[in-house]
């Protein structure tokens, strides 16, 4: 399929105009995997540890087998958005199965299915926002449609709340809205243009591997990333174990519960998102860094060592403030590392490591929290943020001036 030629503009406006038209069920599928899934296991099906982890862990399945969905995709020369759109259109039937079916084992595996869609395609949207979206806008319109997206979120998670408060029985309308978010977000990528991503940017699923050998910054920062990364999808899923499992005695409605895993952080996000794209766009990335994991360090131990509802809600607004933030620098941080032409390759081991590290993360969240008190996990948790904020910071003198110098990258890498 050949992509209509166009001009650079042109391609930005279309691309921009149909990714607002996608935030809005992007936000609805973040609350699916942020909240709803998991508190349906829990409380309608009274799932066990192992179970929850699984659900928690959805969208990192996805992450972990975004190299295979890039390698089909190239091997196959399909336009990035068009093998994003089929592969959202693929969660659209896994959500509405889910929701004609309900079977605790179906229920489990079609979550974990549709969230897995959802995530799996993320190296293919950064290759299209490469391709598409100026270098020196790409933060700032990045973070419009960001915006929308949380937006859509926090109303989302408010609605589904109070609909769900006192008869969580109406949990398959809910997974029927997914479906049909993902079948819209199928359309809306279907109609940006992209081209194939090049033969040379990758063979097979594990040839991207070589550049965490090659580019010595870039491996540092991975390693980093995962510290920071596997503290904080830790501690994802027990906010919603804390809050809704008798065991911590918070006895909270599901629409209170909503309140504090989606609503309040999302607004939080809303109103900082354009701050923090113009940051990204401007900031020495490695600083960026480092402020974005000292507030999430901050929001974790207010969140679950005050025991009182004030101080969960002010962690819940210092996280969302933090994920503002690292809704930007997650998506497009090898934007500033990569070569043009490799930006799928180094976004799909971004995406992989954080798919291995958030199918683990869970795991152990739940292992632990049975044998310790949230709390400690909490302090564990901070720890490891810490020190990957003290590995970091010897790197901000490389990171002055927005994006890394090729030249830079290639001294650091010998």
């Not at 299209?128 to 997206?149: A, D, I």
Request: glycine share 10%; with cysteine.
């Amino acid at each position: 399929m050949q992509v209509p030629a166009m001009s650079d503009s042109s391609r930005t406006r279309l691309t921009f105009r149909y990714e607002l038209w996608r935030a809005t069920t992007a936000g609805i599928l973040e609350s699916a995997g942020s909240t709803f899934l998991l508190l349906i296991a829990l409380r309608w099906y009274g799932a066990g540890a192992f179970a929850k982890a699984f659900v928690a862990a959805g969208g990192s399945v996805g992450l972990l087998i975004s190299p295979v969905v890039v390698q089909v995709t190239t091997r196959l020369q399909w336009p990035a958005s068009r093998a994003a759109s089929m592969v959202l259109a693929l969660g659209a039937v896994l959500f509405l199965i889910s929701a004609l079916c309900p079977i605790f084992e179906v229920y489990v595996a079609c979550s974990v299915g549709g969230m897995a869609t959802s995530a799996a395609i993320i190296p293919l949207l950064t290759h299209m926002y490469q391709e598409n979206y100026p270098e020196q806008q790409r933060g700032r319109l990045f973070s419009r449609t960001v915006m929308l997206r949380i937006g859509s979120t926090a109303l989302f998670s408010e609605w589904a709340g109070n609909w769900l408060t006192g008869n969580l029985g109406r949990y398959r309308m809910v997974l029927g809205i997914f479906a049909l978010g993902l079948a819209f977000a199928s359309y809306c990528l279907s109609r940006c243009p992209t081209t194939p991503i090049s033969m040379e940017e990758g063979a097979h699923p594990l040839r991207s591997l070589r550049f965490i050998k090659e580019d010595a910054l870039f491996r540092r920062t991975l390693i980093c990333w995962m510290l920071m990364g596997f503290a904080n999808l830790m501690m994802l899923p027990l906010r919603v174990e804390y809050l809704g499992n008798p065991r911590y005695h918070q006895e909270l409605t599901v629409g209170t519960i909503a309140l504090l895993t989606g609503v309040i952080p999302n607004l939080a996000r809303l109103v900082l998102s354009p701050i923090w794209g113009y940051l990204f766009d401007h900031m020495n990335f490695f600083a960026l860094r480092v402020t974005l994991n000292i507030g999430f360090a901050i929001g974790i131990l207010t969140f679950f060592m005050t025991g009182t509802m004030p101080g969960m809600i002010c962690g819940a607004i210092v996280f969302g403030i933090s994920n503002a933030g690292g809704d930007v620098a997650w998506s497009l941080w090898v934007t500033k590392f990569a070569p043009p032409e490799r930006v799928a390759d180094y976004m799909a081991i971004h995406t992989s490591l954080t798919g291995l590290r958030g199918v683990l993360a869970p795991l152990v969240a739940f292992y632990i929290a049975t044998r310790l008190p949230l709390g400690t996990v909490a302090l564990m948790s901070s720890a490891l943020i810490g020190l990957a904020t003290l590995l970091l910071i010897p790197e901000i003198r490389l990171g002055k001036g927005g994006r890394l110098k090729p030249a830079l990258t290639e001294e650091v890498s010998d």
